[in-house]
């Protein structure tokens, strides 16, 4: 069992930089894939990032590449999204997932509200 819990999130404006970080129990932290997933209201959950098990792999939407950043600690259990230049259309809850397997997504974390203002 993994717990998630994910903090950063918040209100800012356009083009502004936000990092969220999500924190997990357990001591097998590092065979899990990480990624970051968000939600807006009466839209499905969409894929954001995800970080393979020792981080050297990384992917992301096309909607934020080149503005944000996944990366994980697998030392301190965490995992992170620098989020720059944010946009009006990056407002979200934002989650944390962990996966034994790519694209088989185990857990979930409460989620964590992010609010860009134009």
């Known amino acids: 069992q993994v717990q998630l819990v994910e903090s950063g999130g918040g209100l800012v404006q356009a083009g502004d930089s936000l990092r969220l970080s999500c924190a997990a129990s357990?001591?097998?932290?590092?065979?899990?894939?990480m990624g970051w997933f968000r939600q807006t209201p009466g839209k499905e959950r969409e894929f954001v990032a995800r970080v393979t098990w020792g981080g050297g792999s990384t992917a992301y939407a096309d909607s934020v590449k080149g503005r944000f950043t996944i990366s994980r600690d697998n030392a301190k259990n965490s995992v992170y999204l620098q989020m720059n230049s944010l946009k009006p259309e990056d407002t979200a809850v934002y989650y944390c997932?962990?996966?034994?397997?790519?694209?088989?997504?185990?857990?979930w974390g409460q989620g964590t509200q992010v609010t860009v203002s134009a």
């Open positions: 997932a962990a996966a034994k397997i790519i694209g088989i997504w185990d857990y």
């Open positions: 357990g001591r097998t932290f590092s065979s899990y894939v």
